[in-house]
């Protein structure tokens, strides 16, 4: 199912130009943390700033078996989060969302594995219905994606496509309509594991390339509203997996940890298994 996009100020492929047109974009922020969990790892930005859209194009490398998604999250401790991103079903990925799920979570932990894989919804693709696999995990693949909050019409929006600039609304969150009215303050990256420890040492399991944020008017922070602010330009919460959640030992191996990190050129980074 294809839906005709909303005529949207802020919309990633209005302003795919404007990355690196701004001082912003080539600031970088502080990195707090690492935080550590038992299934997650990336980042998710700590501010008081207001936040209606992130984006970014997901690469999956062959051989991954883990699930990546970017997500608008009220708080750095959860709230209302919509997510959208690739998820790993047996060796196939499919897109997948979430649609205004209430989430307690920790601080820099915005995607609590067990509960995403619980409540995420397929989502369609362009020219597929939900559920279509756009690649396997033996030969890997991208797809850009995009979570929108439109202030102007209050309702949350999904974008991906093949590529930036081949993109178009997939779905509106059901529960949105013209009383939502929320901030998100913690938009995330992340990459999840939903199959247990036992991951392949050393392994890339996603990385992310033109991470992007926007803001709304009101606020103009990182840039004038609707301009194109890199990810890392505001302060971020690192995540990092563990066999068991905690700080990592000689028993308690790192399971999932970025790399290369942030800060990088466009906020580029990458995740992998430990070692």
Do not use: C, W
């Amino acid at each position: 199912m294809r839906f005709p996009r909303l005529m949207l100020a802020a919309s990633g492929l209005a302003t795919v130009a404007l990355l690196g047109s701004s001082a912003a974009a080539n600031a970088s922020a502080t990195i707090n943390g690492p935080f550590y969990n038992s299934g997650e790892a990336g980042y998710q930005v700590q501010s008081s700033v207001s936040f209606n859209e992130v984006r970014t194009t997901i690469h999956i490398p062959a051989g991954s078996s883990t699930s990546s998604f970017i997500a608008l999250q009220q708080t750095v401790n959860g709230g209302k989060t919509y997510a959208i991103g690739l998820v790993n079903i047996g060796g196939e990925y499919i897109l997948a969302g979430l649609e205004g799920v209430s989430i307690n979570a920790a601080t820099g932990v915005p995607l609590p594995s067990g509960l995403v894989k619980a409540d995420y919804v397929p989502l369609p693709t362009l020219g597929a219905p939900a559920g279509t696999p756009l690649f396997d995990s033996e030969t890997g693949g991208s797809y850009y994606v995009e979570v929108h909050y439109s202030t102007k019409e209050q309702l949350v929006q999904y974008v991906a496509g093949p590529t930036e600039t081949d993109a178009a609304v997939l779905n509106v969150a059901p529960d949105a309509g013209f009383t939502f009215n929320e901030s998100f303050h913690a938009p995330a990256v992340e990459t999840l594991n939903f199959g247990g420890i036992n991951l392949p040492t050393s392994t890339p399991q996603a990385s992310f390339t033109r991470t992007g944020l926007t803001e709304p008017a009101g606020y103009n922070v990182g840039g004038i509203a609707g301009t194109r602010v890199t990810f890392d330009y505001f302060a971020l919460n690192e995540a990092e997996a563990t066999a068991d959640g905690g700080a990592p030992t000689i028993g308690n191996v790192i399971t999932l940890l970025p790399s290369p990190a942030l800060p990088g050129v466009g906020s580029a980074f990458g995740v992998i298994t430990g070692v």
